[in-house]
Every structure is written in C-alpha cells, then in structure tokens.
C-alpha cells in the first residue's frame, strides 16, 4: 500500500494503518478509552494521548512509551469506542513496530515475557510452562518471584515434566521463519 | 452430537482439571468430540502483541487443519484461543490481502470460515433440557458470581456473543444447576491477564478487586470460563495475601465443574482438588451458604 501522493514519506502512521486497516485520524480525542481503561493507572502515557502522538508525528515518543506494553488486550476501550476505532489493535501495531524499529522500551519485562513464550512455541509448537518460566527467569534474573506457586503446581499434577511436542515440526518452523521480521 | 475440540495450551498443563471436567461433563450430556489433530498453539497474547503475520499464521494453521479433517465447527474452551482464532478468521475473511500473505506462510489455500463456539455457546448449543433432564444434585447452597472477563464477550463485532457490558448467558447456565447467580460490577472487568509473570502487581490487584466485588455482592463462589482467568484469581490467591494481608480465600470454579457437580460428579473427579483454594460443596461454612 504505496502513498497516494508521490512526495509523500511512509510515516509511523501509514506503517500502522497497514498493519491494522484503520485510520488513526478516526480517533477525535473524547477519551472514553483512557476513562475505562483498567491499568491506565499503571502507565505513564494515557491511551488515548498515544493515538494523539501518532496523529501529530510525535512517533518516537509514542514508540518508547511503556503505556502500548502495558496494555492488557483487554478490548474494553475498542468496545467503548463511539468512532469503532480498535484502539486495542492500534496497541498491537504500535508494540510490533517498537520491536521492528529497535526502540528502547523502559521497562522490558513484559518484552522478555512474550520473547519467553514465543520461543517455547517456536521450539514445541505448543507453549510449555516450565520452559517458560526457567527462560524468563534467565533473561529477568527476576528469581525469587513465584517460588511460592511453583511447587503448588508440580505437586497438583499441573505442569508438564515434559513438553507436548507438535509432529509436523517443518510447519511450525516455516511459521516462525517466514514471519520472522527482516 | 459430535464438534470439533481445539484444547489449547493451558488445557493439557495448568488448566488440566479444565480439560477433564469439560470432557466429563460432555460425555454425560450425549457429546463427543473430534480434536483437531496435530494442534499448535494458537500464539496467544504474545504473539498478536508482537507480531501480527505471525499470530495470524498460527490461528490459521488450526483452522486449516480443522478444515481438512472435514469439521464444521470447532469448541475452543479457553477464551483467550476462541478470541484468536475467531479474530483471524474474522481478520483474513476482510482483508484479502492478508489472507494472501498467510496462505503464503502456511503454503495452504484457506477455505471458508469455521465456527468456532466458546464455552456457553457449547451449553447453548446442547441445550438447556439436556442439562435439566441430567441434573442430579442442585446445587442451591451456592450463590455465584459469573466472570466473563474479556475475550469471551469482546470486541462485540467480531464475537457476536452475548451483550459486551451486561453479558447474563453465563447465568442462565448456572441457574440450570439450581445455583443463584448474583448481581454484581465486575463481571466483564480484566483481571490482567498475560501480565501475570512480568507484571504480578497489576495481575494481584485487578484480580483482588473482582474477587472483593463478588464478596460484597453476597456471592461465596466465582464461576469463569477462561484458564487465564482462572490461573490469576485462583492461584493468585496466595500471593494475594501477602501483598494484602487481609484477603480471605475465595473459591473459583471454571462453569465445567459446576455443572459437573450439578450432573452427579465429585470434586475429585472434576478436579477440583488442583486449586490452590480448596472447594467442597458439602463442607460450605454455614455462614458462607445462601440462605
């Protein structure tokens, strides 16, 4: 999806709608996402402020913001919308270009978290809590956390020793390569 | 009746007790079903966040090989995959050219799009009289909170299930054990979700305050129908506690196991006993039973 106009530099913005087939300019600021948002206590960005950053080209500030890794997926705001912009989808294109475009993120926890999980499905095609959890652990050194839980779960039977294995090993491998960002 | 199963994850390790009272349950209503051979998993949160070719390839791959094995439609008991995988079919259906770029991925045409049932539309489709006519036990000492949580009634336009703010189809179901559903806030509120390893302090929080809403709303069991859910306002629970030293212990039963226990079943054999709080329905406290 080239631009219209010849003079015309692809944006933040354009890379955004190409991911998610909307336009930000939908958005006209009412912020009734922000208003229901349950962890915007947690952020140091307002939802909808982030959409107001991609709007006026203030990319970099949004990109770097903790706010898109924050969000839980929750839809309430998409649902709320009254101009049926997904907003919870404007967050997944935002946090996919973070990545692409190599920006810093403040607190990278969560980035571990869903690089951790990837890999057990890259490696398993199917997600492997223990795998899961040792990887994170490695890559938070954030040890001491859910040592309490830990047991509970191993002696209820509730994880896997080892992990359920997908057969066909060459699709989950061209999955994982062909999306591979370049 | 024979459907379609696309486990999941979660079913075959932290959410097993789910798996097993679902199968139980079904049997015993007159279903089977036909899982989908060869299953990955269907990226979850992790990989919409991050990568959105990629999370769409790995629904995909499941609702391909649903298609080759000739099913109709799918049960997906955890909402979290019902959410994907009905979101990437909706998202491929219109945008073609995104259906292009996956039927590169996968080197597969995609076909039509299959019906994928969350937990209530399996009951709904199996019916109500089924349910009754099998009731063994009501359950009238429970009054329940129903949680929804997010990704069963949201984004509306693509789930069509259920009203996205005041969903009530989880009641109806629960009434059919001879339970009392509540009225109460924070039924379709998020508990956090995938936050739970990197971010703990969100997931106690959020999670204490629909539990705390359900108390005061008179409820003395919570009935969900997600294993994320389950895993944050269950397990949690403990480490809920310490960071609030005056939480109580709150009983949290996925809607399986409920019905399970209304068809005649025991908490053992549910698999109840794999919480981290304990529930027996005959050893409610008197001053926890309705009235």
């Given at each position: 999806m080239s631009s219209h106009n010849h003079n015309h530099v692809h944006t933040v913005a354009d890379d955004i709608k190409e991911k998610t087939?909307?336009?930000?300019?939908?958005?006209?600021?009412?912020?009734k996402c922000s208003a229901g948002c349950p962890v915007r206590y947690y952020m140091d960005i307002a939802p909808n402020k982030i959409v107001r950053l991609i709007q006026l080209g203030f990319y970099e500030e949004a990109l770097k913001s903790e706010t898109p890794w924050l969000c839980a997926g929750c839809m309430t705001c998409s649902t709320r919308c009254p101009q049926e912009f997904d907003l919870a989808k404007f967050m997944d294109a935002v946090r996919e270009l973070a990545l692409e475009k190599g920006v810093k993120v403040n607190k990278n926890h969560i980035v571990k978290f869903h690089e951790s999980f990837l890999n057990q499905i890259k490696r398993f095609g199917r997600s492997w809590e223990i795998g899961l959890i040792a990887e994170y652990k490695l890559k938070?050194?954030?040890?001491?956390?859910d040592v309490d839980s830990a047991p509970d779960m191993l002696i209820k039977g509730k994880?896997?020793?080892?992990p359920h294995k997908v057969k066909d090993k060459k699709s989950v491998k061209n999955i994982f390569s062909r999306t591979a960002k370049k | 009746m024979k459907l379609g199963y696309f486990p999941g994850c979660s079913q075959t390790g932290t959410a097993k007790e789910y798996d097993i009272s679902l199968r139980k349950v079904v049997e015993k209503l007159g279903a089977s079903f036909d899982e989908i051979q060869d299953w990955t998993c269907c990226g979850a949160t992790s990989a919409h966040v991050t990568n959105h070719l990629l999370a769409n390839s790995l629904s995909m791959r499941n609702i391909a090989l649903a298609e080759q094995q000739g099913l109709d439609d799918i049960v997906a008991p955890c909402a979290a995959c019902y959410n994907r995988l009905v979101t990437s079919q909706h998202e491929i259906q219109t945008h073609p050219e995104l259906k292009q770029e996956v039927e590169l991925v996968l080197d597969k045409k995609l076909g039509k799009e299959i019906k994928v049932m969350n937990l209530i539309e399996l009951f709904m489709k199996i019916g109500s009289e089924k349910i009754t006519a099998n009731?063994?036990?009501?359950?009238?000492?429970l009054k329940v909170a129903c949680y929804y949580g997010c990704l069963l009634v949201r984004p509306a336009a693509i789930t069509?299930?259920?009203?996205?703010?005041q969903p009530s189809s989880m009641e109806s179901l629960v009434e059919l054990t001879g339970a009392k559903p509540v009225d109460w806030?924070?039924?379709?509120?998020?508990?956090?979700a995938a936050h739970t390893l990197a971010r703990r302090d969100i997931v106690l929080d959020l999670s204490k305050k629909i539990l705390d809403d359900a108390k005061e709303h008179g409820a003395n069991v919570m009935v969900v129908a997600c294993p994320m859910c389950h895993s944050n306002l269950d397990m949690r629970q403990r480490a809920m506690k310490r960071e609030y030293p005056e939480h109580k212990d709150f009983p949290v039963l996925y809607l399986t196991e409920l019905l399970g226990l209304a068809l005649g079943m025991d908490e053992k054999e549910l698999g109840i006993n794999k919480h981290t709080v304990e529930f027996k329905y005959n050893e409610l406290p008197a001053d926890k039973a309705a009235v």
């Amino acid at each position: 999806m080239s631009s219209h106009n010849h003079n015309h530099v692809h944006t933040v913005a354009d890379d955004i709608k190409e991911k998610t087939f909307q336009d930000v300019s939908l958005c006209y600021q009412c912020g009734k996402c922000s208003a229901g948002c349950p962890v915007r206590y947690y952020m140091d960005i307002a939802p909808n402020k982030i959409v107001r950053l991609i709007q006026l080209g203030f990319y970099e500030e949004a990109l770097k913001s903790e706010t898109p890794w924050l969000c839980a997926g929750c839809m309430t705001c998409s649902t709320r919308c009254p101009q049926e912009f997904d907003l919870a989808k404007f967050m997944d294109a935002v946090r996919e270009l973070a990545l692409e475009k190599g920006v810093k993120v403040n607190k990278n926890h969560i980035v571990k978290f869903h690089e951790s999980f990837l890999n057990q499905i890259k490696r398993f095609g199917r997600s492997w809590e223990i795998g899961l959890i040792a990887e994170y652990k490695l890559k938070t050194l954030d040890l001491m956390q859910d040592v309490d839980s830990a047991p509970d779960m191993l002696i209820k039977g509730k994880l896997e020793m080892i992990p359920h294995k997908v057969k066909d090993k060459k699709s989950v491998k061209n999955i994982f390569s062909r999306t591979a960002k370049k | 009746m024979k459907l379609g199963y696309f486990p999941g994850c979660s079913q075959t390790g932290t959410a097993k007790e789910y798996d097993i009272s679902l199968r139980k349950v079904v049997e015993k209503l007159g279903a089977s079903f036909d899982e989908i051979q060869d299953w990955t998993c269907c990226g979850a949160t992790s990989a919409h966040v991050t990568n959105h070719l990629l999370a769409n390839s790995l629904s995909m791959r499941n609702i391909a090989l649903a298609e080759q094995q000739g099913l109709d439609d799918i049960v997906a008991p955890c909402a979290a995959c019902y959410n994907r995988l009905v979101t990437s079919q909706h998202e491929i259906q219109t945008h073609p050219e995104l259906k292009q770029e996956v039927e590169l991925v996968l080197d597969k045409k995609l076909g039509k799009e299959i019906k994928v049932m969350n937990l209530i539309e399996l009951f709904m489709k199996i019916g109500s009289e089924k349910i009754t006519a099998n009731r063994i036990k009501e359950l009238k000492n429970l009054k329940v909170a129903c949680y929804y949580g997010c990704l069963l009634v949201r984004p509306a336009a693509i789930t069509h299930f259920d009203d996205a703010e005041q969903p009530s189809s989880m009641e109806s179901l629960v009434e059919l054990t001879g339970a009392k559903p509540v009225d109460w806030n924070y039924k379709v509120e998020c508990c956090g979700a995938a936050h739970t390893l990197a971010r703990r302090d969100i997931v106690l929080d959020l999670s204490k305050k629909i539990l705390d809403d359900a108390k005061e709303h008179g409820a003395n069991v919570m009935v969900v129908a997600c294993p994320m859910c389950h895993s944050n306002l269950d397990m949690r629970q403990r480490a809920m506690k310490r960071e609030y030293p005056e939480h109580k212990d709150f009983p949290v039963l996925y809607l399986t196991e409920l019905l399970g226990l209304a068809l005649g079943m025991d908490e053992k054999e549910l698999g109840i006993n794999k919480h981290t709080v304990e529930f027996k329905y005959n050893e409610l406290p008197a001053d926890k039973a309705a009235v």
